[in-house]
Nanobody
Framework: VQLVESGGDQVQTGTSLKLSCLAP????????IRWYRQAPGKEREWVGTIRRLSDNTYYADSVKDRFIISKDVDKNMVYLQMYNLQRADAGVYYC?????WGRGTQVTVSD
């Protein structure tokens, strides 16, 4: 069972980036799927969640109104669209479901 993140990049502040997470199909009916991030020297931080069997989403206050989580069940994909990126958004982004974690994808934000 694997979760595979992709799409990380080095970007400038104020720009946008879309991350992807490839998940096994049964995850979409069994588990909520979450995004976390971890900046160097900091604890892993919850970013947001998309509920199983629906498109309901929940976000951390730090990203609310800037980040959007969506999914395409036909493609087995979960997305994290990020707008107006700030340096504080930099880190390794992970998708997770139940006890399964991907290896992460690096987002670097510079001025």
């Amino acid at each position: 069972v694997q979760l595979v993140e992709s799409g990380g990049d080095q970007v400038q502040t104020g720009t946008s980036l879309k991350l992807s997470c490839l998940a096994p199909k049964f995850f979409f009916s069994e588990y909520d799927i979450r995004w976390y991030r971890q900046a160097p020297g900091k604890e892993r931080e919850w970013v947001g969640t998309i509920r199983r069997l629906s498109d309901n989403t929940y976000y951390a206050d730090s990203v609310k109104d800037r980040f959007i989580i969506s999914k395409d069940v036909d493609k087995n994909m979960v997305y994290l669209q990020m707008y107006n990126l700030q340096r504080a958004d930099a880190g390794v982004y992970y998708c997770t479901a139940y006890s399964y974690w991907g290896r992460g994808t690096q987002v670097t934000v510079s001025d």
